[in-house]
């Protein structure tokens, strides 16, 4: 059985396309003490230093439930391990945006899938199926170019990060899973970088699953499934709606899963040690990383892995890069 197919964070999230959106609110200002950013060229990413440093990666598996993670899928995050980066880093501020992913494909003329998994109602349940039709340039509710990216594989990642490589000069790559976490937690240790609590505050940070996108679906809204807040939004925000975290970076957690590059494995057991890629286990498969606006509360925190096939296209599926050099 294919170890990515993850089905339980399939569970409540967005569906097809929205007729009507709930109210907007306004980007937030940077913290004056976030970190500087730059960028390598006119329309790269946004890149902000990441320390040295070392870090406890992941979450036992008592943690995970309970914080709400079913028990049959628990696990996946553990052992706690400690993490080493003997250099730094740098991470993009925000996910890439579609207008960050239409610069690369008009230029390359890059030809990215044109259909999309996205769900439907039926029966009383959710259906996730691949829709023809649903692409990164329409995903099935509305974007504009502030927007992050979804319905793009890893593949597609690797390809945008190979082509900001080559345009720049510099070592441009997906996160691997140390890289993301470390980046997530930003010197913090608890669930979120904003504390433990899934209360009211998380709506100040993330877009996550809360209860304009209950409304919106008209689906379970209670704590078990929703952050009991309104963001703002119910399908993704355009990146740097909220608050950022510690080290500068935006939507580490919420809006949209991120892909990572390593090799999937269904725990840590044998995990690098040193902040590096881990090149063994399924390597078919990936890990993305931070939770998503449509998912039950329970998995949207910094520990949180949910696997899928490289070349899998999801509707709350993007991702940001790093540069090594």
């Known amino acids: 059985m294919?170890?990515?197919?993850?089905?339980?964070?399939?569970?409540?999230?967005?569906?097809?396309?929205?007729?009507?959106?709930?109210?907007?609110?306004?980007?937030?200002?940077?913290?004056?003490?976030?970190?500087?950013?730059?960028?390598?060229?006119?329309?790269?990413?946004?890149?902000?230093?990441?320390?040295?440093?070392?870090?406890?990666?992941g979450m036992t598996a008592e943690q995970e439930i309970a914080f709400g993670m079913p028990k049959p899928q628990a696990g996946k995050a553990a052992p706690v391990h400690k993490v080493t980066f003997a250099k730094g880093f740098m991470m993009a501020k925000y996910p890439v945006t579609v207008a960050q992913f239409r610069q690369f494909v008009d230029e390359t003329h890059y030809q990215a899938s044109d259909t999309c998994t996205n769900q439907r109602f039926y029966d009383g349940h959710f259906i996730y199926e691949p829709a023809r039709g649903y692409s990164w340039r329409s995903p099935g509710f509305p974007q504009d170019d502030r927007h992050p990216v979804v319905c793009v594989s890893s593949e597609d990642a690797d390809a945008y990060a190979a082509w900001l490589s080559k345009k720049t000069g510099h070592h441009y790559a997906v996160p691997n899973e140390a890289q993301y976490e470390y980046g997530a937690r930003?010197?913090?240790?608890?669930?979120?970088?904003?504390?433990?609590?899934k209360d009211a505050k998380a709506c100040e940070y993330a877009n996550e699953p809360d209860l304009d996108q209950a409304a919106e679906l008209k689906a379970p809204s209670g704590p078990d499934y929703r952050f009991q807040c309104h963001d703002g939004y119910a399908y993704t925000s355009p990146v740097g709606t909220y608050k950022p975290n510690p080290w500068g970076l935006y939507d580490m957690l919420g809006n949209i899963w991120e892909w990572t590059s390593d090799c999937y494995n269904n725990n840590y057991h044998g995990a690098p040690t040193d902040g590096s890629t881990w090149t063994t286990g399924d390597c078919d498969g990936r890990a993305s990383r931070g939770g998503s606006y449509g998912n039950a509360v329970f998995s949207t925190y910094a520990a949180v892995r949910a696997p899928r096939h490289a070349s899998y296209v999801g509707h709350s599926w993007g991702f940001r890069v790093v540069r090594n050099d």
């Open 2 to 57: 294919r170890i990515w197919n993850w089905l339980f964070l399939a569970l409540f999230a967005a569906t097809a396309p929205v007729m009507a959106a709930p109210a907007r609110r306004a980007p937030v200002a940077a913290h004056a003490t976030a970190p500087a950013a730059h960028r390598d060229c006119i329309g790269c990413p946004e890149m902000v230093a990441m320390p040295a440093g070392s870090f406890d990666m």
């Open 186 to 197: 930003a010197g913090t240790t608890t669930a979120y970088f904003w504390g433990d609590a």
